[in-house]
């Protein structure tokens, strides 16, 4: 009874419902149970004495929102892990966000600049600035982040990190990431931190961490220093100017080429190649600098090269980083003409103060009045601009901390070796010479950062002595002269510092945690090409040198997300995509104009980016891209529909698998097909997924799925049930068995409709209960069903092209599906197909069939040819013959005219050459198509 009542129950809620797949009538509430039940937990849903398989998500920015390359990254991830859980293996996906140090200060400081209504919220939290509002300051409210002094701001940070800085994670939720959020990590978590500081203490205790005072790449706008790894070097539109420097003595001038005259303040030297015979001469005499009249000298030194421009080059050691090693060479002194904030200092003369663009353009006037400026050229170079604000940086030489990383290094090329196995796997393989290249060519590290928020450096400086001590916490006195007064540095930690710890800090390092035990080294870690200098290399170097291991084996380094012109996607641009909108809905506005997503659900978008995910090549993706998976998300719920109220009105007599076994041998073709099939999809998607390869993953199981089950098995299935006995049972069981394991294959990729189909199918079986899930299921095996499956899908293609040989020629003579056709069949495997004349018949929607090897084409019908066979349909009585051939024609001459046009581009070399090569292919593939079915049209005139 309790089962009897269950069916129903599940009856009535599967013709409730709709047509269409509505996600938001799912996703959440389904969210919610697996959460709620700890599906998401470490080792839930692990077998017994399973190996760990782990992934560290690449956390996020706290200040972000989830954008097309998170959505994309993360799918990729849960893709991993959902398919590892239920292999059965205890998984952890460790989630958390990264405090992101000069992105986060930044966007403090602007709501501290602009918003009083921050100001409010923070006064009511008791927060309040150092110093009152001053007009003078230039901001909305008076105040800017000096105003707050250092620990009031920070106490402001924190403030917006607990109020706003969730967004992401809960963002992340609604795409489906089935992290551990019990585990959730921040980089400035206490635990976190305090692993950071002994980290610290411990490379510079090994020799590995410096204090130095060098050239560094220096951001005016967020006022620190940069890593060499944090600027991108853009190419922009400059000029090089002539600048004249006359010779102090024996009158007469020598002409400098520089792309910065504003730095000319700063010349301590002008060089010229040893061996440039027109300024030999020349060598060990002075010039004297415009303007402010200093007199340099003229030194010989390989950097100038002869072959460009004049040959003499103007030499900036505080503003050069080629002109500092020449100016360490030569002992040339270091002039700072532009200070850290972009201005002029005294230096400059007259100039003091201007902010530096403006001085190069006031400047170069003077110049070309005073005759200085002799003219100039426009070149196209790059130039190094701040990953972070974008600004253009400026080479400064500061006393900044260093990381020695050579050492590093070295350990970590020995786990990625050139060739062979390695320790640290690259996916695909081209990435591990990319990888060994930057380590191979690397250089120390500035980790120090002058802003606010991150880890403080733990170094404390003695008033007194003026060194410094190292230590995890605050030392009572310096550990050179024992003085007390001590005054920790004001500087901040990069943020990749800590990030590169984040796969052992995240589970307990540096104490002897049971979680670091058991999940360390992790198993995966996916990302974007874009940060394998900054982050995987760091990682690799900082788990061999805290562990002596490494931090994950395999990495997978999928594609950059691009718009459909083949544009990297920025909000500057507007060609951004938001992944949100096209789960939930809204409008997007995309390369200026409105798209109205009506909200596509999750599994739409992530089955769209599985499927476009190939080899790591880079994703063109535009709005529309997505209906792609929403459609697909339409076909399984409809089928599940169909399956569904067929299970609910005919019981199951014994669980799906068990059934099927025990009539294996009495099971019709179909149905032995369809279990060939199901066995190679399973196969299929394995190997892909072991191979990397998520397009030849989600393919394999939407061939599966709307191919061979759906279009083919299902629709043949409405025969079985309309018979009723043994074949509608056969059919029944065969479709719960296949349809089960189509909801497991695809669940990896689209978990959301396939947890609920999957629910709804249990309670028609009578088998669900509260605490079971689909996420925490058998992934499914392959069994050998039949020794000749692949004799059975082999077979079935045969049929399948019969089937649509038919289907071809109703449509070209125009007759609907609902009128039955007769056909004539002549094939050398005659015997094959009339064995499975049933099926063919009702495929084809067939009143009469005559399959022959050989057979006399009857008069007044059109013949189709498939493969060796000849598949005649009379059509005397079915249509207008007159109109049949009208219109035959007229297709025929349409057709003639597009395969000319086709023919005459294609043979066009510019048209070859310069198109994109998907395009050319396309043209290419279109032609052939239809020059074959010009050739059945001309075929079917002749036949009338």
């Not at 958390?96 to 921050?118: L, N, R, Y």
């Not at 060098?214 to 070097?233: F, G, H, K, S």
């Not at 057979?855 to 059509?875: D, E, F, M, Y």
Request: hydrophobic share 40%; proline share 6%.
């Amino acid at each position: 009874m309790r089962r009897g009542r269950r069916r129903e129950h599940a009856l009535l809620a599967m013709l409730e419902l709709p047509k269409a797949y509505e996600a938001r009538r799912v996703e959440a509430e389904i969210y919610r149970r697996w959460e709620a039940a700890g599906c998401f937990r470490a080792g839930a849903g692990a077998r017994a004495g399973a190996a760990p398989y782990v992934i560290a998500i690449p956390p996020p920015n706290v200040t972000g929102v989830l954008h097309m390359g998170h959505a994309l990254n993360n799918t990729l991830q849960d893709t991993l892990i959902r398919w590892k859980r239920m292999q059965g293996y205890d998984v952890l996906w460790q989630p958390g966000t990264d405090h992101a140090g000069i992105a986060t200060e930044s966007v403090v400081a602007k709501q501290v600049q602009d918003s009083p209504e921050f100001i409010a919220e923070l006064a009511a939290a008791g927060i309040r600035p150092a110093c009152a509002p001053d007009p003078a300051r230039g901001t909305r409210t008076g105040l800017d982040r000096d105003a707050f002094g250092r620990e009031a701001f920070l106490r402001a940070v924190w403030h917006w990190k607990e109020r706003s800085g969730g967004v992401i994670c809960e963002q992340l939720r609604k795409l489906g990431a089935s992290c551990d959020w019990s585990r959730e990590r921040f980089t400035m978590d206490e635990g976190l931190s305090r692993a950071v500081r002994v980290f610290f203490v411990r490379l510079y205790r090994a020799g590995l961490i410096y204090r130095g005072t060098r050239m560094v790449n220096w951001c005016p706008i967020q006022r620190t220093a940069l890593a060499d790894d944090e600027v991108d070097y853009l190419e922009k539109q400059g000029h090089l100017w002539k600048l004249k420097y006359e010779l102090v003595e024996g009158g007469g001038h020598i002409v400098v080429e520089t792309t910065r005259p504003e730095t000319f303040f700063g010349d301590t030297a002008v060089a010229v190649h040893p061996d440039d015979a027109r300024y030999r001469h020349l060598i060990g005499k002075r010039v004297r600098l415009p303007v402010i009249g200093r007199e340099i000298p003229i030194i010989a030194d390989p950097h100038a090269d002869p072959e460009k421009g004049s040959g003499a080059v103007k030499i900036t050691p505080a503003h050069d980083p080629n002109d500092y090693e020449v100016g360490q060479r030569h002992g040339l002194p270091l002039v700072r003409v532009i200070d850290f904030d972009g201005t002029m200092t005294a230096e400059a003369g007259p100039y003091a103060g201007l902010e530096r663009f403006a001085c190069r353009k006031r400047l170069l006037e003077d110049f070309a009045a005073s005759g200085v400026l002799l003219g100039a050229t426009a070149i196209t170079h790059a130039v190094g601009h701040s990953y972070r604000s974008g600004a253009p940086i400026e080479p400064m030489v500061t006393e900044q901390w260093f990381v020695r990383m050579r050492p590093l290094a070295e350990q970590a090329l020995a786990l990625t070796p050139a060739d062979g196995p390695a320790a640290v796997e690259f996916h695909p393989q081209r990435w591990r010479r990319v990888y060994r290249s930057w380590l191979l060519e690397v250089r120390d590290w500035c980790i120090s950062r002058q802003i606010w928020w991150g880890h403080r450096i733990p170094a404390w400086r003695c008033r007194d002595c003026q060194r410094y001590t190292v230590a995890e916490d605050p030392p009572a006195a310096c550990e050179h002269c024992r003085s007390p007064h001590l005054e920790q540095d004001p500087d901040v930690l990069d943020t990749w510092f800590s990030s590169a710890l984040w796969p052992f800090s995240t589970l307990g390092w540096p104490d002897p945690d049971p979680m670091l035990a058991r999940y360390y080294p992790t198993s995966t870690l996916v990302t974007d090409r874009g940060i394998i200098f900054f982050w995987v290399a760091r990682m690799v170097m900082a788990g061999s040198f805290a562990l002596g291991t490494k931090p994950f084996h395999d990495v997978y380094i999928h594609g950059t997300v691009l718009d459909e012109r083949g544009e990297k996607m920025s909000k500057s641009k507007g060609n951004g995509i938001d992944p949100i909108i096209m789960i939930e809905g809204g409008t997007q506005r995309y390369l200026g104009k409105d798209y109205h997503c009506p909200g596509y659900g999750a599994d739409a978008v992530r089955f769209t980016l599985l499927d476009m995910t190939t080899e790591g090549q880079d994703l063109k993706l535009s709005p529309t891209k997505f209906e792609t998976g929403r459609n697909f998300a339409n076909k399984v719920w409809n089928a599940g529909r169909f399956l569904l109220s067929k299970l609910a009105e005919r019981p199951l007599a014994d669980e799906p698998a068990a059934y099927l076994a025990a009539r294996r041998e009495q099971l019709a073709f179909p149905e032995r097909w369809i279990l060939a099939e199901t066995e190679a999809a399973i196969a299929a998607c394995d190997e892909a997924l072991q191979r990397w390869r998520f397009s030849a993953y989600v393919g394999a199981a939407y061939r599966f799925f709307r191919d061979d089950l759906c279009d083919w098995y299902l629709e043949w299935s409405k025969r079985q049930f309309r018979r009723g006995g043994q074949e509608a049972d056969d059919a029944a069981h065969c479709l719960a068995y296949c349809f089960d394991t189509a909801l497991r294959l695809l669940h990896p990729g689209m978990p959301f409709i396939t947890e609920y189909l999957w629910q709804l199918l249990q309670q028609v079986r009578g088998t669900a209960t509260s605490d079971r899930f689909l996420m925490l299921s058998a992934w499914p095996t392959a069994p050998r069903w039949y020794a000749d499956g692949a004799e059975l899908v082999q077979r079935m293609q045969r049929l399948q092209a019969v089937v649509t040989g038919v289907r071809h020629a109703r449509n070209l003579i125009g007759v609907p599906e609902s009128t039955a056709l007769a056909a004539l069949i002549a094939a050398p495997d005659a015997a094959l197909i009339d064995a499975e004349r049933a099926f063919v018949c009702d495929r084809a929607h067939l009143a009469e069939l005559t399959v022959a090897e050989q057979l006399a084409k009857p008069p007044q019908a059109i013949t189709t040819v498939v493969g060796s066979a000849r598949i005649h349909i009379p059509v005397a009585g079915l249509v207008d013959l007159g109109k049949l051939r009208a219109q035959l024609m007229r297709k025929a001459e349409q057709l003639a005219a597009s395969i000319a046009g086709k023919t005459a581009k294609l043979a066009n070399p510019d048209y070859v050459q310069r198109a994109p090569e998907a395009q050319v292919t396309e043209t290419r593939t279109l032609l052939a198509a239809e020059q074959a079915e010009l050739a059945t049209i001309r075929e079917a005139l002749a036949d009338l």
